[in-house]
C-alpha cells in the first residue's frame, strides 16, 4: 500500500493495521484514550512553538486516533466514521442558520449567543451542559465563564470584575492566617476563578497566559542550574541571593 492524501485511504491504512498488526488488534477505546490525550497535547505544544512541520504530524496523530475510535466503534455496530462525519456536519450546519439559513447576526458576539441558544433548544439542561468535568480546571473555568456570559451572565464593567480579585484575595489572607487546610483550598479556588474571569473579560486565555510564563519560569530556572553547573556546584549549594543574581541575568538574555 502506499500513501496518498485521500481520506478513504487512510481508514482501508487503519481497517488493515486493525486486522494485520497484533498490537493494533489488541487495542480498545480504554487502552488508547490517554494516548489521545498525549496526543492533542503535543499538537498544542507544538502551534505554541509555530513549528508547523510537527503541527502538521500531530494532527495526523489526531486523526488517526478519530479513524482508529470509529473503526472500533464500528466492529461492535455502535456508529461507523462515515456516522460521525454525517453528525458532525448536520450540528455545524444547524448550529449556522447565519451562514445556511435566514437568521441575521450582526457580530460575533452575537453568533455565541445563538450559539448557545441553539444548544439549548437540542435539548441541554444547563447553559453550561457540555464542558467535561476532567478538563484542565483553568481551561473549564474559563469556558464556564464565557458560556455566563453569552446568556448575560457577567460584570457590565471591568472594575467590578477587579473589585471582586481583590475581595477573594483578602479572603484567602486571611484563611492563611486562621483558616483550617479545606478553607484555605476553597478561597485560593476563588481567586484563580476571579482572576481567569478579570484576564476573559481582556480576551486574555488563562491556560495559554499560564503556559506561557511556566515556559518562562523553566527557561530562567534551567539557566540558574547551567550557571552553577559552570561552577560546578549543586544547585541547592547557590545561595537564594546567588540564584536571585542568575535569575536576573537570565531575564536579560532569554
Known sequence: MQA????????TLVQILRKE???DRKQTHESIKDNLVEE?????????NNDFEEFKKELGDLLLHVVFHSIMANEKEHFSIENVI????????RRHPH?????????EKKVSENWELIKKNEGKKSTLDGLPKPMPALIRAQRMQEKAAN???????????WEKVNEEVEEFRQTLEHGQKEEQA?????????????GRIFGLNAEDSLRKTNRKFELRFR?????????????KDLSLEEMDKHWEDAKKEL
Open 21 to 23: 498488526c497484533p498490537w
Open 86 to 93: 454525517y453528525t458532525l456536519m448536520e450540528k455545524l450546519i
Open 151 to 161: 446568556v448575560g451572565f457577567d460584570w457590565p464593567e471591568w472594575e467590578q470584575a
Open 4 to 11: 496518498s492524501e485521500k481520506f478513504e485511504d487512510l481508514v
Open 99 to 107: 451562514v445556511f439559513s435566514n437568521v441575521i447576526v450582526e457580530d
Open 223 to 235: 539557566y540558574i542550574e547551567s550557571q552553577a553547573a559552570k561552577e560546578n556546584r549543586p544547585i
Open 186 to 198: 476553597n478561597e485560593y479556588g476563588d481567586v484563580l476563578f476571579s482572576l481567569v474571569n478579570m
Open 40 to 48: 492533542v497535547y503535543e499538537a498544542l505544544e507544538a502551534l505554541e
